[in-house]
């Protein structure tokens, strides 16, 4: 996996996103290997807890926009695509493709049988973000910012955020956070109840691996039970059909005409000018 790494360290392992000349974005083949090793680090038994993480001081900044301006990949686009099709080239159809291993990676995480933390040391932002808050804690060094972000360029909000957010945070803040798009501090991410732990910058490897090992060695099963009735009593059960909801209103969103003004002005550097248009 060329942008993906998995690190053992005895029970705990690390999942990687190494990818950080295109800020640890996700083009479909550096999603469909996350999900690849999303899969195997929660159903290897050997395996007791998982933090996902990224390189260079960025998380994961989600869908990789230069990628899906670019029109995509034959090669990549063509393996969820009949021989009988043809490539499609619109901008949802990529996002489809993208978010299709990036939703079942959070499907994953969400029932695996062992703690998975995000461990944020950077920038979180859009699928970034809902990657974060799909695992069961986030634990994040000083420096780190969390942003929604998906409005910049006229998207919707997909990767578990319409669905988690009012759940960690509460409606009234989850819609401040979509609509008027701050990007929060680690410690205000803490307050929101955004992040589990923050913890100092220069520490912050060693405390994370700290934590890792310290849920590496609980009885996991019975953090998998606890966890389960958990996700049954908040609803998180019924992630899946919301995902599927994400996937479909974001796709109609990228097919528009404000999504194309998004990212031409997001390239250009300039402000867009959206026309109010799905």
Same mark, same amino acid.
């Given at each position: 996996?060329?942008?993906?790494?998995?690190?053992?360290?005895?029970?705990?392992?690390?999942?990687?996103?190494?990818?950080?000349?295109?800020?640890?974005?996700?083009?479909?083949?550096?999603?469909?290997?996350?999900?690849?090793?999303?899969?195997?680090?929660?159903?290897?038994?050997?395996?007791?807890?998982?933090?996902?993480?990224?390189?260079?001081?960025?998380?994961?900044?989600?869908?990789?926009?230069?990628?899906?301006?670019?029109?995509?990949?034959?090669?990549?686009?063509?393996?969820?695509?009949?021989?009988?099709?043809?490539?499609?080239?619109?901008?949802?159809?990529?996002?489809?493709?993208?978010?299709?291993?990036?939703?079942?990676?959070?499907?994953?995480?969400?029932?695996?049988?062992?703690?998975?933390? @995000?461990?944020?040391?950077?920038? !979180?932002? *859009?699928?970034?973000?809902? #990657? /974060?808050?799909?695992?069961? %804690?986030?634990?994040? +060094?000083?420096?780190?910012?969390?942003?929604?972000?998906?409005?910049?360029?006229?998207?919707?909000?997909?990767?578990?955020?319409?669905?988690?957010?009012?759940?960690?945070?509460?409606?009234?803040?989850?819609?401040?956070?979509?609509?008027?798009?701050?990007?929060?501090?680690?410690?205000?991410?803490?307050?929101?109840?955004?992040?589990?732990?923050?913890?100092?910058?220069?520490?912050?490897?060693?405390?994370?691996? @700290?934590?890792?090992?310290?849920? !590496?060695? *609980?009885?996991?099963?019975? #953090? /998998?039970?606890?966890?389960? %009735?958990?996700?049954? +009593?908040?609803?998180?059960?019924?992630?899946?059909?919301?995902?599927?909801?994400?996937?479909?209103?974001?796709?109609?969103?990228?097919?528009?005409?404000?999504?194309?003004?998004?990212?031409?002005?997001?390239?250009?550097?300039?402000?867009?000018?959206?026309?109010?248009?799905?």
């Amino acid at each position: 996996m060329e942008h993906i790494r998995i690190e053992r360290d005895g029970p705990l392992a690390y999942l990687v996103i190494d990818r950080r000349e295109r800020f640890n974005s996700l083009d479909v083949r550096t999603a469909r290997d996350l999900r690849k090793a999303g899969l195997q680090l929660a159903r290897d038994a050997s395996v007791r807890a998982v933090i996902v993480t990224g390189t260079g001081g960025v998380f994961c900044s989600g869908a990789d926009l230069k990628y899906i301006r670019d029109g995509g990949d034959d090669a990549d686009l063509g393996y969820l695509t009949p021989k009988s099709r043809d490539v499609p080239r619109g901008y949802g159809e990529i996002f489809k493709q993208i978010l299709e291993y990036l939703h079942s990676t959070l499907s994953e995480i969400r029932r695996a049988p062992k703690p998975f933390v @995000a461990g944020v040391d950077g920038v !979180a932002g *859009a699928g970034g973000l809902g #990657l /974060a808050i799909c695992c069961d %804690l986030v634990v994040a +060094s000083e420096r780190s910012t969390f942003q929604y972000a998906y409005f910049k360029t006229a998207l919707t909000g997909a990767e578990s955020s319409t669905f988690l957010l009012p759940k960690l945070v509460g409606l009234r803040r989850a819609l401040d956070l979509a609509l008027l798009d701050p990007r929060l501090s680690a410690r205000e991410a803490l307050d929101y109840g955004l992040v589990s732990r923050v913890f100092p910058d220069a520490s912050y490897a060693d405390d994370l691996r @700290a934590l890792g090992h310290r849920l !590496a060695e *609980a009885p996991t099963a019975s #953090l /998998a039970t606890a966890k389960r %009735l958990m996700n049954e +009593s908040a609803g998180v059960d019924r992630l899946d059909v919301h995902l599927d909801r994400e996937l479909e209103a974001l796709v109609k969103a990228a097919d528009g005409p404000d999504f194309a003004e998004g990212i031409a002005a997001f390239f250009e550097k300039r402000p867009p000018r959206f026309r109010g248009e799905g």
